[in-house]
């Protein structure tokens, strides 16, 4: 997950649109958010008949508005990814 992520807006209490970098628009459904290591990170599966599960860090920024974070660090991807797999199958 490397492009970036412009204003992600919410549609629905559980919906939102991901504007990727070279414009393409992702509809996501939030699967929620959930802390690890004292840093929130948020779910989401594309809305597109696929198997994918995206994930970000995720920050609030406002009282009804928030910023998804891209996880550089590729052993903090993998963990926050156990962590979620480890919430899943609980």
């Known amino acids: 997950m490397t492009d970036k992520k412009k204003n992600p807006e919410i549609e629905e209490a559980d919906f939102i649109t991901l504007e990727f970098e070279d414009g393409v628009e992702v509809e996501c459904e939030i699967m929620g958010v959930f802390d690890y290591d004292g840093k ?47 919430i899943m199958e609980a």
């Open 40 to 86: 929130e990170y948020i779910a989401l599966i594309p809305n597109d008949d696929t198997d994918d599960v995206y994930i970000y860090g995720y920050k609030e920024v406002g009282e009804d508005e928030f910023e998804l974070v891209d996880i550089e660090d590729d052993g903090e991807f993998e963990k926050v990814v156990a962590e979620f797999d480890k």
